[in-house]
């Protein structure tokens, strides 16, 4: 069965650093990653996905995200976070189209 | 224009009830989700509806019941509401399903008393 890791619960950035959020998944056939973001009281938004070809895939927002198929990982990354970005943040993958999400990352980004 | 909608946005209700959901999307996807998103946030999905046929129906309790009378409404009715049944349900649509964008809804906020 496919199954998601996020590995940090919450991340706490103050604005304009980096911020790089842990995802690894467990697969034993081909994946479909995504990144999905849930603003306070709102429903889900997909940042990006991976379905092939480049490992590196851009997203919504400055986002991106490198899919690592030796380390069984798919991070997402942004190189200058603001304070709008503070959110609940997960990873999910596909098999048979529907999504198995991980427990999520809560990203505060402090002034 | 919202694409994925539901109602009600909030449902407060007694132990024993029987109360539904309603979910339309107006992107004419041919497919539809439900997830259930407890207090810790864990997000896990229900069911899915392809052209109004169930394709996916996870381990969830009887009283959990999906109807799709047309492919753009997806309602989900719940019996004998229990405590644990507390939580935020989203609808998902996409077009297609392996490896396509699912568009959340904004969510129904359930508390069972």
């Known amino acids: 069965a496919q199954s998601v890791t996020q590995l940090d619960s919450q991340v706490p950035v103050f604005e304009e650093a980096p911020v790089e959020l842990r995802c690894n998944y467990s697969s034993s056939v081909s994946v479909y990653l995504f990144w999905y973001v849930q603003y306070p009281n709102q429903g889900l938004q997909l940042l990006l996905k991976y379905l092939s070809g480049s490992t590196l895939v851009k997203g919504i927002n400055g986002f991106e995200a490198e899919f690592n198929k030796s380390q069984t990982s798919f991070h997402l990354r942004k190189p200058s976070v603001h304070i709008s970005d503070t959110a609940e943040y997960f990873c999910a993958v596909s098999p048979g189209g529907k999504l198995i999400f991980g427990q999520g990352t809560e990203l505060s980004v402090k002034p | 224009d919202t694409a994925v909608s539901q109602t009600p946005k909030y449902l407060v209700t007694q132990m024993g009830n029987d109360k539904s959901i309603k979910c339309e999307q107006n992107l004419g996807h041919d497919t539809m989700y439900w997830y259930k998103q407890d207090s810790k946030k864990f997000l896990k999905i229900m069911f899915s509806?392809?052209?109004?046929?169930?394709?996916i129906n996870e381990t969830v309790p009887n009283r959990f019941s999906p109807k799709s009378p047309d492919k753009a409404h997806l309602n989900l009715h719940i019996n004998s509401l229990e405590l644990g049944d507390s939580a935020v349900y989203f609808c998902?649509?996409?077009?297609?399903?392996?490896?396509?964008?699912?568009?959340f809804g904004p969510g129904t906020r359930l508390l069972v008393l």
């Open positions: 509806y392809n052209n109004k046929e169930l394709i």
């Open positions: 998902a649509s996409s077009q297609g399903r392996v490896g396509e964008t699912q568009y």
